[in-house]
């Protein structure tokens, strides 16, 4: 009888400290949240002697800058819509103006309901026009929270006067 | 004077001497001891058949998690007993959340079945005491769906918004789990139990959304891989 007792005791004793454990969480939040499209300049001219301006047309149809008067471009990141089918955007080199048409699936993604929440994206095409631009290679189609990868290629023109 | 009390000395110690050996029993006897108690044993295994019935059981912690917070699973399971020794086990269970976070307004509802297979093993000397202290595994699946609520996200830099939400979005999880436990019987064919046990996911399929968080029978993501079960157990 004493030992059953003691038994009981004991189960009980461990039912609460596996309680306890299973209560135990951690909250797994990515710590980069940002996705960003990182451009490189690739081909003759890998560092631009112009200063580059990028600007989007926004949902509203006015336009916004994402990147100002940004000198010795090598490389450079812009963010992406979270909902369009396709961001416009415009790069200006100098007086040059070229129009860039990026092509995108966007995914909602989840991470846990203690995070907050974010879109990654899967490119499908580009476009774009050729003034001081020679071409642009899509690298890595898929934009997620890794920052390391090259998305995009840029190619300039090397005499674009 | 001194001759008499080095005889008496001498006495003392051959007479403690045999005392111990009477008491302390030789290597010898021990190993012997032993070997008759695991011929008993041997004995008593070979004359006990198989089959010696079934069990089933069911899970309180699970229970007391549903109750108290808002996820949590019913399970129950059907354990056969062969030889007192091993035990092969079929667990099946609901896993359900309804979850809600007020600081990123977002809500996860799932409501699902998984099975768990395995065995357990009674490593007890004696295997046919009324304790038992099992070490074991299980091969665990469930394939659920879930629904993600979430308001429009505002785009920062585009303006307008973006849905944010999937409903029945399909999901499926592979995991195993290492098992010790005990149990003990307490009156009759009742017999209460525990185990701790050790999650580890072997595949996943996360859906459309990236991410699962609560999986049924498996818990929530980024939650402890411990857990444990306290059983309810009756044998048939």
Redesign the interface.
């Known amino acids: 009888m004493r030992q ?1 007792r003691h ?2 005791k004991s ?1 009980v004793a ?2 609460f400290t ?2 306890v ?2 209560s ?5 939040c990515p710590l980069n949240n940002t996705v960003s499209a990182n451009f490189q300049l690739e081909g003759n001219v890998t560092k631009l002697t112009d200063v580059l301006t990028i600007s ?1 047309l ?3 149809g006015n336009d ?1 800058i ?1 990147l100002n008067q940004l000198q010795s471009a090598q490389k450079f990141s812009l ?1 992406m ?4 089918d396709e ?1 416009v955007l415009f790069f200006q080199t100098g007086t040059i103006k070229d129009t860039v048409w990026i092509a995108k699936e ?12 974010n ?2 994206h899967t490119v499908t095409g580009i476009r774009y026009t050729r003034n001081a631009l020679d071409s642009i290679v899509i690298n890595q189609k898929e934009i997620t929270y890794d920052a390391l990868p090259t998305h995009f290629y840029v190619y300039f023109k090397e005499y674009r006067y | 004077m001194h001759f008499q009390r080095i005889s008496m000395f001498i006495l003392r110690s051959i007479a403690i001497s045999l005392m111990l050996l009477t008491i302390l029993p030789s290597p010898a006897q021990t190993s012997k001891k032993e070997a008759a108690e695991k011929l008993r044993l041997k004995q008593l295994d070979d004359s006990i058949p198989l089959f010696r019935g079934f069990s089933v059981k069911a899970d309180v912690v699970g229970l007391i998690q549903k109750a108290v917070s808002d996820y949590g699973q019913y399970e129950a399971g059907l354990k056969l007993n062969l030889k007192d020794k091993y035990f092969p086990v079929i667990e099946l269970g609901l896993g359900q959340t309804n979850h809600q976070d007020i600081t990123t307004n977002t809500s996860y509802k799932t409501s699902a079945p998984y099975g768990k297979i395995g065995v357990d093993f009674n490593i007890l000397k004696n295997k046919h005491d009324i304790y038992r202290f099992y070490v074991g595994f299980r091969y665990a699946f469930t394939s659920f769906k879930f629904d993600l609520d979430h308001p429009d996200v505002k785009d920062p830099v585009w303006g307008g918004t973006a849905p944010f939400s999937g409903q029945n979005i399909s999901a499926n999880y592979h995991w195993g789990e290492l098992v010790a436990g005990i149990d003990a019987k307490i009156v009759g064919p009742l017999h209460l139990g525990w185990s701790a046990r050790y999650k580890r996911r072997i595949a996943h399929n996360d859906g459309t959304m990236g991410n699962v968080w609560y999986v049924p029978g498996f818990g929530k993501q980024g939650g402890t891989r411990l857990g444990g079960t306290f059983d309810v157990i009756i044998d048939i």
């Open positions: 059953v038994h009981q189960l461990m039912l596996m309680l454990m299973a135990c969480s951690s909250v797994d989007t926004l949902h509203n916004s994402l963010p819509s979270y909902g369009q961001d966007n995914h909602p993604h989840f991470v846990s309901v203690d995070c907050g929440v879109f990654f």
